[in-house]
């Protein structure tokens, strides 16, 4: 049975760049480091960057991205240091709770939220996508 998310591995262009957007920009903690890679800490959530050739030369045009917590107190400078960085946004925020869309050096799609699934459950309460189904998870996720 899955646990949760083990890490995640983003093939990156240039490894000092995007090791300083992910260490400087997104404040990710910095694990290892070594020629090709590095291990970063997003909050508690393990994050690979590795070197790759084949690496994006931007966006893919799908809605696929990552989404980083931030706590409420911290998302308008946290806004602002983006903003700040001259970082390239891919869409505007229309669900719950505040979000920034960016891009990452490479083109990868990352959002900045406030917020969780149970305040997304809430919100889905009240003005429900078409079609939702809501199924009992709390006894799978001890909540």
Not at 6 to 31: A, G, K, M, W
Not at 35 to 54: H, T
Request: charged residues 20%; hydrophobic residues 40%.
């Amino acid at each position: 049975m899955i646990k949760g998310i083990n890490h995640i591995t983003l093939s990156v262009s240039d490894l000092e760049r995007s090791f300083t957007f992910y260490t400087r920009i997104l404040t990710c903690r910095p694990v290892a480091r070594w020629a090709r890679g590095a291990y970063l800490l997003a909050g508690d959530s393990w994050l690979c960057l590795s070197l790759d050739p084949e690496t994006r030369d931007g966006p893919h045009a799908e809605y696929t991205h990552i989404a980083f917590s931030v706590d409420a107190e911290a998302y308008a400078a946290f806004a602002n240091t983006v903003t700040t960085a001259g970082l390239s946004v891919w869409k505007a925020n229309k669900s719950e709770g505040e979000s920034l869309y960016i891009l990452d050096p490479d083109g990868h799609k990352l959002e900045i939220h406030i917020g969780d699934l149970e305040s997304r459950l809430a919100a889905l309460k009240e003005s429900p996508y078409e079609g939702l189904q809501l199924f009992d998870y709390s006894a799978i996720s001890n909540r």
